[in-house]
């Protein structure tokens, strides 16, 4: 396709969802032997290890504290293992963050950053969705 050229809208997806753990080797043969799940290579962020799974057109990222003052280190202090964050993959990040601070909900990131999958990210606050950590991310 020509670069002056738009590709089509995909709508919004679920691109991963975040699982904190212990420790990765205790739980990824789960994923990857007994569910069949095929490694997808990730770089480490945001004080996490970070080991992904392909689950479909979406991901499973396992998330091990690489300390524990890390974000997935307090978490898992505080809540235990399980569901750490939702990402959803849309159309145009900038667009969709506008939308959210037109709507009144809370950022964590005002702009967007680099995530693990190399993609530009950001995250907004569990306050203003439900209880729910939601992860923005381009395509």
């Known amino acids: 396709m020509p ?12 691109a991963h969802v975040g699982l904190a753990v212990h420790a990765l080797a205790e739980i990824l043969p789960f994923y990857r032997d007994v569910l069949g799940m095929p490694e997808v290579p990730l770089d480490d962020a ?17 998330l091990e504290p690489a300390s524990a ?3 997935i ?3 898992v202090a505080k809540r235990g293992p399980g569901i750490h964050h939702i990402c959803f993959a849309v159309d145009d990040l900038e667009a969709t963050l506008q939308r959210c ?16 999958e190399g993609k530009r990210i950001a995250f907004l606050h569990p306050s203003a ?11």
Do not use: W
């Not at 670069?3 to 679920?14: F, K, L, M, Y």
């Not at 945001?46 to 396992?62: H, K, N, P, Q, T």
């Not at 969705?129 to 395509?139: Q, R």
């Open 101 to 116: 601070r037109d709507a009144g909900v809370r950022l964590i990131d005002e702009t967007p950053r680099v995530g693990a």
């Open 46 to 62: 945001d004080g996490a290890r970070i080991a992904g799974l392909a689950a479909g057109e979406s991901l499973v990222e396992l």
């Open 69 to 71: 003052e890390s974000p």
């Open 129 to 139: 969705t439900a209880g729910v950590l939601v992860e923005l991310s381009e395509y």
């Open 73 to 75: 280190g307090k978490f």
């Open 3 to 14: 670069e002056n050229v738009p590709s089509a809208p995909r709508g919004t997806r679920i």
